[in-house]
């Protein structure tokens, strides 16, 4: 009897020092040990889209997370999470963070731990080139319907002028995606997005879109992670300041969108 409790002991005890080994070589930072788990909506070109084969994630997000993760020396694993969902995601360990565009505002930065900014970004209002449409601004967008994703920026914006008393058809979608697929079939009037995305369905040659306005306001873009997670936090910063010092956000900004959106976010 003796004896099975002496190897019962050693095997609670060893097991208990692989658990701590584990934790001791992940620093106690991630989910799972070695590995940094990003949340995205992998929907949302240039900042996070499939590539053409449908399951490869690319996009100035996803070239940042692989960045920010090696600076960490850990690996990278993408998780493609519903907006509607993503921060429910980090809070509940789903993953370790979220880098998807995500706003700094005061509403998220009490709810959630945020990294310092890395991209900064305005509104834009599109419409289909040739359009009879005579709205500029979103202002002067009245009875007209106006498409935007649901829960973003563009989402707050528009709530905020129809409380003001402007009276539009609100049509909201899942996906940015969406949005442009609407404007194309001329099911939507306007689109309202971020600058970022619009500069993207622009630049083609043959682009069907036109930028009208852009907001004056600049706002940016942090990486979001669960409140209280100081840690994880601390981490990140050290590694977006390298990449910031290095010029490896420059060289990804240019890569992706061709000129430089980060230097002003800090």
């Known amino acids: 009897m003796k004896k099975m409790v002496f ?5 609670i005890l060893g097991v208990g020092l692989l ?4 934790s001791k070589k992940s620093g106690g930072l991630t989910i799972k040990n070695g590995v940094l788990t990003v949340g995205m909506e992998i929907g949302y070109p240039p900042m996070e889209y499939y590539d053409a084969d449908g399951k490869t994630p690319i996009g100035f997000d996803v070239q940042m997370a692989k960045a920010v993760a090696e600076k960490m020396g850990l690996s990278v694993e993408f998780v493609d999470t519903a907006w509607d969902g993503i921060f429910a995601g980090v809070n509940t ?9 995500v706003t700094i505002n005061p509403v998220r930065q009490a709810a959630h731990n945020f ?3 890395y991209v900064s970004n305005t509104l834009a209002m599109v419409l289909l080139k040739g359009s009879k449409i005579s709205a500029r601004t979103p202002q ?3 009875g007209l319907d106006v498409a935007y994703q649901e829960e973003t920026t563009s989402d707050t914006y528009m709530t905020e002028l129809a409380e003001k008393g402007l009276q539009f058809n609100a049509r909201e979608y899942e996906k940015v995606m969406y949005c ?3 404007l194309k079939l001329g099911r939507v009037n306007v689109i309202v997005t971020d600058l970022l995305v619009a500069y993207d369905y622009i630049a083609p040659a043959d682009s069907p879109f036109e930028i009208v ?3 004056q306001e600049a706002e940016k873009f942090g990486i979001c992670m669960k409140k209280g997670n100081d840690a994880l936090t ?16 420059l060289k990804i900004s240019q890569n992706v969108f061709g000129m430089d959106l980060v230097t002003a976010a800090r």
């Open 7 to 11: 190897i019962a002991l050693a095997i």
């Open 19 to 22: 658990f701590t080994g584990c």
């Open 93 to 101: 360990d789903k993953y370790d963070c979220i880098m998807s565009s």
């Open 115 to 117: 990294s310092k900014p």
């Open 140 to 142: 002067e967008c009245a």
């Open 180 to 182: 442009f697929d609407e």
């Open 213 to 215: 306005w852009t907001s």
């Open 234 to 249: 601390t981490a990140i910063d050290k590694a977006l300041d390298e990449l910031f010092a290095d010029g490896s956000m």
